[in-house]
């Protein structure tokens, strides 16, 4: 039922030759060029013509922490946990949904924020990806808790605010994105998310759109939506 491609959210510049699709491939290889080469093989091998695709990659990160965006900010943190993904990731099949989205990043508007505001708008820190509400990077983020004087720590208008899984009765999607670079004036983030029910997405997506800062900053360019079927039925 949730196999649908998205309607487009207030903000969206969807370019249609870049939107929906019968079937997604995700390639991911140590080598830019082992993943180029696959492509052309498979693309060789089938008589599947290809709609659209898009090159993306991870900055080198030390095992065990977040890569960055090309905002500066980790990407990808509290992400669920195995024992959240049972719940909130995959379904009664062991099956999934993903959601892809190609999110045009204005990078260079970013920067001339600084460092403090660029945090307001995220909602978290930069130097180590914790909330501001305090704790670490893991930890999830308390989007009720106040300073003395009744101002929210973490700002009305911030990124992490709109996405919380407190809005949406603990829900989670599990993130898989990277980075991609198509020269100066087309960089961003393919964002990749698992989850039990795109549903997850489109309210998060209709919180974003209406309230997060982070917006003025990123337009969504492309859009796709698949089912990724339990493992050992078709791959």
């Avoid at 403090?116 to 989007?143: H, K, N, S, T």
């Avoid at 993130?175 to 393919?190: F, H, I």
């Avoid at 919180?207 to 492309?222: N, V």
């Avoid at 796709?224 to 791959?235: D, E, H, R, T």
Wanted: include cysteine; glycine fraction near 10%.
């Amino acid at each position: 039922a949730g196999l649908r491609e998205l309607r487009p959210f207030p903000g969206d510049r969807l370019d249609p030759a870049r939107c929906g699709g019968d079937l997604i491939v995700q390639l991911r290889a140590d080598d830019a060029r082992t993943a180029e080469r696959t492509a052309a093989r498979l693309t060789a091998r089938t008589p599947l013509r290809p709609r659209w695709r898009q090159a993306g990659f991870l900055p080198p990160t030390p095992p065990g922490e977040t890569p960055r965006n090309l905002l500066g900010f980790k990407d990808g943190s509290a992400n669920p946990t195995p024992e959240e993904c049972e719940r909130w990731v995959w379904d009664e099949a062991d099956g999934t949904f993903l959601v892809v989205r190609r999110i045009r990043l204005r990078v260079e508007e970013f920067a001339r924020l600084d460092e403090r505001r660029q945090e307001a708008v995220v909602g978290r820190r930069r130097a180590d990806g914790a909330p501001l509400d305090g704790g670490r990077e893991d930890d999830d983020v308390d989007i009720f808790a106040k300073t003395p004087h009744g101002r929210y720590l973490t700002p009305l208008g911030s990124h992490v605010r709109a996405a919380s899984p407190r809005l949406d009765a603990g829900a989670r999607m599990l993130r898989r994105g990277c980075s991609y670079d198509d020269g100066p004036d087309d960089r961003g983030l393919l964002f990749l998310a698992f989850m039990r029910d795109p549903g997850l997405f489109v309210r998060v997506q209709r919180r974003m759109a209406a309230q997060d800062e982070l917006s003025r900053f990123s337009e969504h360019r492309g859009s796709a939506v698949a089912y990724v079927p339990p493992k050992g039925l078709w791959w």
